[in-house]
Nanobody, 128 residues
Framework: EVQLVESGGGLVQAGGSLRLTCAAS????????IGWFRQVPGKQRQGLAC????????QYGDSVKGRFTISSDNDKNTMYLQMNSLKPEDTAVYFCAADKRFCTVDAETLGYHGMDYWGNGATVTVSS
């Protein structure tokens, strides 16, 4: 059974930092494209950051570029999202995901490309 488990969410003041962790079991992150997404109730899920399985390249959504950093530790089968300079509009449920084919932050592509595996989500609340 494949499981992705997020941790590290919580309440933080604007301008602060949090680090989310996603631990995987049942798959090896080294073999998958992986990424972080978030969703606000009533809105479409938003792609934040991805790591390519082919070359380890990263991509970021415009709203988090320069503030968030995705990384992974394949020995620990874990990925991370370091979030700095947090803003109230970053408040959302954050999800990690993995896919055998590819990961994207492009909103249009996310509309028809579903990731193979998802975590259950971690809530991040940024107060003003």
């Amino acid at each position: 059974e494949v499981q992705l488990v997020e941790s590290g969410g919580g309440l933080v003041q604007a301008g602060g930092s949090l680090r989310l962790t996603c631990a995987a079991s049942g798959i090896s992150f080294a073999d998958y494209a992986i990424g972080w997404f978030r969703q606000v109730p009533g809105k479409q899920r938003q792609g934040l950051a991805c790591i390519s399985s082919s070359d380890g390249g990263t991509q970021y959504g415009d709203s988090v570029k320069g503030r968030f950093t995705i990384s992974s530790d394949n020995d620990k089968n874990t990925m991370y999202l370091q979030m700095n300079s947090l803003k109230p509009e970053d408040t959302a449920v954050y999800f990690c995901a993995a896919d055998k084919r590819f990961c994207t932050v492009d909103a249009e592509t996310l509309g028809y490309h579903g990731m193979d595996y998802w975590g259950n989500g971690a809530t991040v609340t940024v107060s003003s």
